[in-house]
């Protein structure tokens, strides 16, 4: 069995230290976080890594990115180098964004001018739904 990154940070930066419980431990150099390969299963879900990624490039900041889904910005910000995301647009421009659960969602787009003259992205939070919303064609 391979591993391929820290279960807490997901930094490909470890070394081996020791073995415990006949297993070989490991120590990740970013985060100092010990591991096992048994804790594999631990590892940050994918969908959070998408997520995160997903919500940088709507022009989120990685704190805000680690106060929505709970995940450190340290984590953000390894994926963001490790897939090497960047931003294509103005980063003076910052999007606004609100949670609504599923009828806030639907009440929200009966208002014409709630999405007149807007880009909008929705994306499923847990149970909830995130709602990212730009002016599409301000100065
Ligand atoms: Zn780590």
Same mark, same amino acid.
């Given at each position: 069995?391979?591993? *391929? ?6 930094? *490909?930066?470890?070394?081996? &230290? ?6 070989? $431990? ?9 591991? +096992?390969?048994? =804790?594999?299963? =631990? =590892?940050? @879900? *994918? ?9 940088? %490039?709507e ?7 680690? $106060? ?6 340290? &984590? ?9 995301? =960047?931003?294509?647009y103005? +980063?003076?421009?910052h999007?606004?964004?609100?949670? %609504?659960?599923?009828? /806030?969602?639907?009440?929200? !787009? ?16 847990? @149970?909830? !739904?995130?709602?990212?919303?730009? /002016?599409? !064609?301000? *100065?």
């Amino acid at each position: 069995m391979t591993i *391929d990154l820290c279960p807490n940070c997901s930094s *490909d930066q470890y070394v081996k &230290s020791g073995i415990v419980n006949k297993r070989q $431990r490991y120590r990740c150099k970013k985060c100092n976080y010990y591991f +096992t390969v048994n =804790k594999i299963g =631990k =590892k940050i @879900d *994918d969908y959070y890594v998408n997520k995160s990624l997903q919500l940088y %490039l709507e022009g989120l900041t990685y704190r805000e990115i680690e $106060r929505i889904l709970g995940v450190s910005h340290v &984590s953000v910000m390894n994926w963001v180098k490790k897939y090497n995301i =960047k931003r294509p647009y103005n +980063t003076n421009y910052h999007p606004t964004y609100r949670i %609504l659960n599923a009828s /806030e969602l639907g009440k929200y !787009f009966l208002e014409t001018e709630n999405i007149k003259g807007a880009g909008v992205v929705v994306t499923e939070l847990g @149970d909830k !739904f995130m709602l990212i919303k730009w /002016e599409r !064609f301000k *100065d």
